[in-house]
């Protein structure tokens, strides 16, 4: 789990500069390409390295664990197939009609939907039968991202006037180090065997 959020803090810190070039300097077409597909796909494979990293835990709890053998041994699924799931989900949600106010929903989003295909791919290769447990799931995830959302902001708003950085970039960075640990979180909390 360390390594996973060192290794997504450090991504989210590299993209803060570039994210803040990106928006002083670029225009037009340029800068439609960097913001839809360049910076979402490297957001989307911090999120899969992160995955990597920490998979099974805190992904499957102790108690579904049991009896599997050696965490190490546990099979994965492919990164070709989860970068594409996800950045094709990254890329299509910005899409939908007045997706510019749910925004800050993607991230988590892509995460649970990469947590989501981990453990699929845990059932079919252990022969386990997974499942949600669905009350309050939703709500908590909802009410999760909504907190996390505003709190970021706020951080992102004052740290922005403090070292005269880019408020956006900041945002962007924050939200890549803590929301997908914490959707994971939250996630553990509902699989069961």
């Given at each position: 789990?360390?390594?996973?959020?060192?290794?997504?803090?450090?991504?989210?810190?590299?993209?803060?500069?570039?994210?803040s070039?990106?928006?002083?300097?670029l225009?037009?077409?340029?800068?439609t390409?960097?913001?839809?597909?360049?910076?979402?796909?490297?957001?989307?494979?911090?999120?899969?390295?992160?995955?990597?990293?920490?998979?099974?835990?805190?992904?499957?709890?102790?108690?579904?664990?049991?009896?599997?053998?050696?965490?190490?041994?546990?099979s994965?699924?492919?990164w070709?197939?989860?970068?594409?799931?996800?950045?094709?989900?990254?890329?299509?949600?910005?899409?939908?009609?007045?997706?510019?106010?749910?925004?800050?929903?993607?991230l988590?989003?892509q995460?649970?939907?990469?947590a989501?295909?981990?453990m699929?791919?845990?059932?079919?290769?252990?022969?386990?039968?997974?499942?949600?447990?669905?009350?309050?799931?939703?709500?908590?995830?909802?009410?999760?991202?909504i907190a996390?959302?505003?709190?970021?902001?706020?951080?992102?708003?004052?740290?922005?006037?403090?070292?005269?950085?880019?408020?956006?970039s900041?945002?962007?960075?924050?939200?890549?180090?803590?929301?997908?640990?914490?959707?994971?979180?939250?996630?553990?909390?509902?699989?069961?065997?």
């Amino acid at each position: 789990m360390l390594l996973g959020l060192i290794l997504l803090a450090l991504g989210a810190t590299a993209l803060i500069p570039v994210e803040s070039w990106v928006h002083r300097n670029l225009h037009g077409v340029a800068d439609t390409l960097a913001e839809h597909v360049y910076l979402p796909a490297a957001r989307t494979l911090l999120v899969i390295v992160f995955l990597y990293c920490v998979f099974p835990q805190p992904l499957l709890a102790p108690t579904v664990l049991a009896g599997v053998g050696d965490a190490a041994d546990l099979s994965r699924p492919d990164w070709h197939a989860l970068l594409n799931v996800l950045f094709i989900a990254g890329a299509l949600l910005p899409l939908l009609p007045r997706a510019e106010r749910f925004g800050a929903l993607i991230l988590p989003l892509q995460t649970l939907i990469g947590a989501w295909i981990f453990m699929h791919h845990f059932e079919a290769s252990h022969g386990l039968a997974l499942k949600l447990n669905h009350s309050g799931v939703l709500m908590l995830f909802i009410g999760v991202v909504i907190a996390s959302h505003m709190l970021l902001h706020l951080v992102a708003r004052e740290l922005s006037a403090r070292y005269q950085r880019d408020a956006l970039s900041l945002y962007d960075a924050l939200a890549l180090i803590t929301q997908p640990p914490l959707v994971l979180i939250v996630t553990r909390a509902y699989v069961m065997t």
